[in-house]
């Protein structure tokens, strides 16, 4: 019994022991100030679905303004109907 409590003891004393080295200590960052300057930087990552699978994905990672300039890429070839400008009585499905 005593046995179990000093291996106990050792264990919590060395866990302590890793999360006060793995926590970095607050620095004053001069680049913080530069990074946070245009929120058109920031990178988003995105997880699609595989086509053909019901389980595979991928995920793709671009800026802001990446994302932003694909979409209005999109909008721009599609036109503004929902038909994606491939109708020609000018009624989807019609």
């Known amino acids: 019994m005593r046995l179990k ?25 001069p680049d913080a100030p530069e990074r946070m300057a245009d929120k058109d930087d920031r990178i988003v990552c995105k997880r699609f679905q595989k086509i053909g699978s019901l389980v595979a994905t991928y995920k793709t990672c671009k800026t802001v303004r990446e994302w932003r300039r694909e979409r209005e890429g999109i909008r721009s070839t599609t036109g503004a109907g929902g038909c994606g400008g491939t109708a020609e009585t000018g009624i989807c499905g019609g």
């Open 5 to 29: 409590l000093l291996l106990g003891a050792m264990l919590l004393a060395g866990t302590v022991q890793v999360q006060a080295q793995t926590t970095p200590a607050p620095q004053d960052n």
